[in-house]
């Protein structure tokens, strides 16, 4: 039986949501992850360093007994940001980064920057302090067609912002094209990209070839298969500007089957059978310990993690539940289309 043991990743970008549907989801990550970086998009979303304090505290409840998970908080960025909070929030230790969306660019996003200029205190201070900035690359430009948002964000942006900040530290979250790879792969310093494990199995053709598919709606959208091929390439690189960011993001399915259906893909459960299976295929097994455990850690200045997981191949396929159930209803999970051997023991 072929098997692999790697340092116990993290997950650089993640969503638990709040109330039942955390409690129905945050097992499936702590299960395998030690820390995740918690995206701040509830309702109302997460802006103060009170908030994160209180978001914390109701993360770490839900926490299953015998687990032991470390969320990695983050403020919620908008035009009225006050740049002494988010420097405590650093200095206490809870705040690990402040994620931008722009205003309108996915699930919760309505409260936003519309104006960069106007969070620009927030970012020098962030600079000085060293304090990373994620971000939502893709533009809300109604003119700009949906697969080509980011590569605008990243000219019209987020070129701009760090030509401006070139101290900030931003991360590029979730990256889906070969411009974002090679706008990172060309940078010489302060920037490093998160890639999803769907964005690595899926293109645009799962959602949309022989009907509609809710549930491979995401944002940024899955792009066309050289984008794809250009994030297998950046992923299993072992370059450590691209670490893994799942994105699992739970909607319960009556809010993605539906005439307009939420964005998110729920990949918790089985993020690390999907992400050993791509790397086989791309025989990079060797450089999966750099993508999921190490080059993460090594951005956001943390140590790795100490403990393993040990991941084996099975003969027969390694199965999981079509849908959980949680407290808030069901959620669809992420379904790669093809047999998962690897599984974590
Ligand atoms: N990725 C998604 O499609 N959805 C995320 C928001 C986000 O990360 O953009 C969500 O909160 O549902
Ligand atoms: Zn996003
Ligand atoms: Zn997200």
Redesign the pocket.
């Known amino acids: 039986m072929q098997s692999i043991t790697i340092r116990r990743p993290d997950d650089w970008h993640l969503?638990l949501r709040d109330g039942e549907m955390l409690k129905g989801v945050i097992g499936d990550t702590s299960r395998h992850f030690a820390r995740a970086i918690i995206?701040p998009?509830l309702v109302p979303p997460v802006v103060t360093t009170a908030d994160a304090a209180a978001y914390r505290e109701r993360i770490m409840a839900a926490v299953p007994a015998g687990d032991r998970f470390q969320p990695l908080m983050t403020l919620y960025l908008t035009e009225h940001t006050n740049p002494d909070d988010v420097e405590a929030g650093k200095a206490s230790g809870l705040i690990t980064a402040v994620k931008l969306y722009p205003a309108g660019a996915?699930?919760?996003s309505h409260g936003g920057v519309r104006d960069i200029e106007k969070a620009m205190p927030v970012l020098e201070r962030m600079a000085r302090i060293g304090l990373p900035l994620c971000v939502?690359g893709e533009v809300t430009t109604p003119e700009v067609d949906i697969f080509d948002r980011e590569a605008v964000f990243i000219d019209t942006v987020l070129e701009p912002l760090r030509k401006r900040l070139p101290e900030l530290k931003v991360t590029m979250e979730?990256v889906t094209t070969k411009d974002g790879i090679d706008y990172i792969s060309s940078s010489k310093a302060n920037l490093a990209g998160s890639i999803t494990t769907h964005h690595l199995i899926i293109n645009r053709n799962a959602i949309l070839v022989g009907g509609i598919k809710p549930h491979y709606y995401?944002?940024p959208v899955a792009k066309r298969e050289h984008h794809r091929l250009a994030l297998r390439a950046a992923a299993t690189s072992g370059d450590a500007r691209f670490f893994l960011g799942t994105?699992s993001?739970p909607?319960v399915d009556p809010l993605k089957e539906c005439a307009c259906g939420?964005?998110?893909i729920y990949t918790s459960i089985n993020t690390m059978s999907c992400l050993v299976h791509v790397f086989e295929e791309e025989n990079a097994l060797d450089r999966l310990e750099a993508f999921a455990s190490l080059s993460g850690p090594a951005w956001y200045g943390l140590p790795a993690n100490e403990d393993t997981i040990r991941l084996v191949r099975r003969e027969t396929p390694v199965t999981y539940p079509a849908k959980i159930e949680t407290g808030a209803g069901p959620v669809t999970v992420f379904d790669p289309m093809f047999p998962l051997h690897w599984d974590v023991v």
């Open positions: 969503h995206m998009n996915t699930t919760n939502h979730h995401c944002l994105d993001a909607h939420c964005a998110g």
